[in-house]
């Protein structure tokens, strides 16, 4: 089911999400929940406070080429992260990031190129996920929101004001 996205400057983006204790139906609900209106909007991430919901849990999906379908994002390519913990940080590169709650905005930021990542699945087993490429700014970019953090917040003053005063034009 496709739920409400957050959109900034929703003060619920600016919460510090909680860890995950229970690895249970509501939790499954949720992850599939978040799936659907990630494809819906358009996204290759999106983290559960994103859809109002203040827990450590995100999800990315990262479009592949498909001779039949074209770019597409399988349900079973999601990347659950539930609890995620960066235990190394390298690296660094600019890369131009979008996000679903602040649409349409699209600027570069620069953060580490390699990251290695403990994490949860669903079920509450335990994993590490390493990369040095796409997937390694996408789990920085949804970690970001799990301290309450948007990727806007790393730009420069003056872009983040010249940000500001155009959001402002556009949602008023
Ligand atoms: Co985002």
Same mark, same amino acid.
């Not at 496709?2 to 400057?9: G, I, K, L, S, W």
């Not at 995950?20 to 509501?26: A, G, L, P």
């Not at 479009?63 to 992260?81: F, Y």
């Given at each position: 089911m496709?739920?409400? #996205? #957050?959109?900034?400057?929703d003060k619920r983006l600016k919460? =510090?999400?909680?860890? #995950? !204790?229970?690895?249970?139906?509501?939790?499954?609900? $949720?992850?599939?929940?978040m799936y659907d209106t990630m494809r819906e909007k358009n996204g290759v991430? $999106?983290?559960? %406070?994103? #859809?109002?919901v203040d827990i450590r849990a995100l999800i990315i999906n990262i479009? !592949? /080429?498909?001779? +039949?379908?074209? !770019?597409?994002?399988?349900?079973?390519?999601?990347? +659950?992260?539930i609890n995620p913990v960066i235990i190394e940080a390298d690296g660094n590169e600019?890369?131009? /990031?979008?996000?679903?709650? =602040?649409?349409?905005?699209? +600027?570069? !930021? +620069?953060?580490?190129?390699h990251v290695k990542v403990n994490y949860f699945d669903r079920d509450g087993h335990?994993?590490?996920v390493e990369d040095e490429d796409f997937l390694a700014i996408a789990i920085q970019h949804e970690m970001d929101h799990l301290e309450g953090k948007v990727f %806007?917040?790393?730009l420069s003053y003056m872009k983040r004001k010249k940000f500001?005063?155009?959001w402002k034009k556009r949602t008023k």
């Open positions: 496709v739920r409400e #996205v #957050v959109v900034y400057p919460l =510090i999400s909680s860890e #995950v !204790v229970s690895f249970d139906e509501k939790l499954h609900t $949720l992850l599939d929940d991430g $999106l983290a559960a %406070i994103q #859809v109002g479009p !592949v /080429e498909d001779a +039949e379908e074209g !770019v597409d994002q399988p349900k079973e390519n999601t990347l +659950e992260m600019k890369f131009q /990031e979008g996000c679903l709650s =602040i649409p349409g905005v699209y +600027e570069d !930021v +620069e953060r580490a190129k335990a994993h590490t %806007i917040e790393k500001e005063k155009e």
